[in-house]
């Protein structure tokens, strides 16, 4: 059974045709669908689609959003924690050193999330763009309990075997 670790199928892009997309998945062996939440104005069409079987799902705050993010998003967050029990992982949350703006806001946003997914004992879904040392580095400090996945991945063999001995899977990205 293969199963799309990362998808973001909550998104508007497939409002239109969203079925035939999990219909087309399945008929190529795509069994099950992990969707990350991005907003927390977009955790409602995440948290439906997690309603189907073939979908697991968990909710973070995205660096690439910045701007939406709100200081009331993170106690939000925890919120829905603890009253999803069916959340699968903290994410989506990282670090995109592409948007070097808004870097330090990025890292105070990702290290509060990776905070709670120490607390509830979850694993993360991490966004990691041209950051791979500093967010290994930042993971090693933290020791998290249950690891996760950084997807987009696109760095060194070695920056990979870092990240697998802290409990994390990459998935590998074009960026
Ligand atoms: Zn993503």
Redo the contacts with the bound molecule.
Sequence with gaps: MLIDA?C?LDLADFDSDRDDVFQRARQVGVRHFVV?G?TRARWPKVLALGEREDVSIALGL?PYFIEEHSDEDMQALEDALQAYPQLVAVG?CGIDARLSDTLEQQWTLFDAQLRLAKRYDLPVII?CVQANDKVAKRLRQLQLPRGGMV??FAGSPEQAHAFNALGFAVGLGGY
Excluded: A, L, R
Aim: charged share 10%.
């Design positions: 990362h973001h990350p991005t995205h989506e966004h997807h987009g």
